[in-house]
């Protein structure tokens, strides 16, 4: 199945993939034993797409100590870059506390897919300040051709409209479904914000996020607008 991915998303022009096993309670996160998995696989794929290790970073208590702790145990490849994800029925008002933390340790929070998120989608307002904060936001790019329903595709949407999005990505599981592919996606975008801003939610941002690199595509996010119109 890893494989196929790979060979599926080297076909639709992706060059790189990064890895994400969860972290949190669950699912024990060995960087060690991973990177030997994600080594492997390169062996098997070849030279495309190049293959990164990072992690689906959940926001506990425990985790964020433990990342403060040791700040290049979690991140993509030895970047400042953290993925990280928020639970589906609750988000503590202290996160933005943890994301002040974790700036402070050298590390860059990428909340992974607010769009899908119940509680986030209904209160885009802390997605906005999050952005303005200098947290990069990702959202899943099968949202805007519908895959995950018109809700998050609204929310999806809005967020580019008013420049709070910062990277596309596939947060691919299989070949069928959730399907390793971003071309499609970012046409989607591009009927949205426009051929420039869409390459850079796929190619340039992308590549200065595994490079270690300042994004070069971090406008402020029209946080005003987002006042008068309200919740999605």
């Known amino acids: 199945m890893c494989v196929a991915m790979c060979r599926t998303a080297a076909a639709d022009g992706i060059t790189h993939m990064v890895a994400t096993p969860h972290a949190n309670d669950r699912y024990h996160y060995d960087r060690t034993y991973l990177q030997s998995l994600v080594d492997h696989l390169q062996q098997l794929v070849g030279e495309a797409p190049q293959l990164s290790l990072g992690c689906d970073f959940h926001l506990s208590y425990d985790n964020v100590q433990d990342a403060l702790a040791n700040p290049t145990r979690y991140v993509i490849g030895g970047t400042r870059y953290l993925l990280v994800e928020f639970s589906n ?7 933005s506390d943890s994301f002040h ?3 402070d340790a050298g590390l860059t929070p990428i909340i992974t897919h607010p769009e899908r998120n119940p509680i986030l989608r209904e209160n885009l307002q802390r997605v906005m300040e ?3 904060q200098g947290c990069v936001i990702q959202v899943t790019g099968s949202v805007l ?8 595709q609204r929310a999806a949407e809005w967020l580019l409209e008013h420049q709070a999005v910062h990277v596309l990505a596939t947060d691919a599981h299989d070949t069928v479904k959730r399907v390793p592919i971003l071309s499609t996606s970012r046409d989607a975008a591009s009927e949205i914000c426009g051929d420039e801003i869409a390459d850079a939610l796929v190619e340039a ?3 200065a996020i595994i490079t270690n690199q300042p994004l070069p595509y971090f406008p402020r ?12």
Do not use: D, V
Not at 145 to 152: A, H, K, P, V
């Open 145 to 152: 051709t519908g895959f995950w329903g018109e809700r998050s």
């Open 89 to 95: 029925y609750s988000i503590p008002q202290q996160i």
């Open 221 to 232: 996010p029209a946080a005003t607008s987002y006042r008068k119109s309200g919740r999605n």
């Open 205 to 207: 941002n992308p590549y």
């Open 101 to 103: 933390k974790l700036g």
């Open 130 to 132: 999050w952005a303005e």
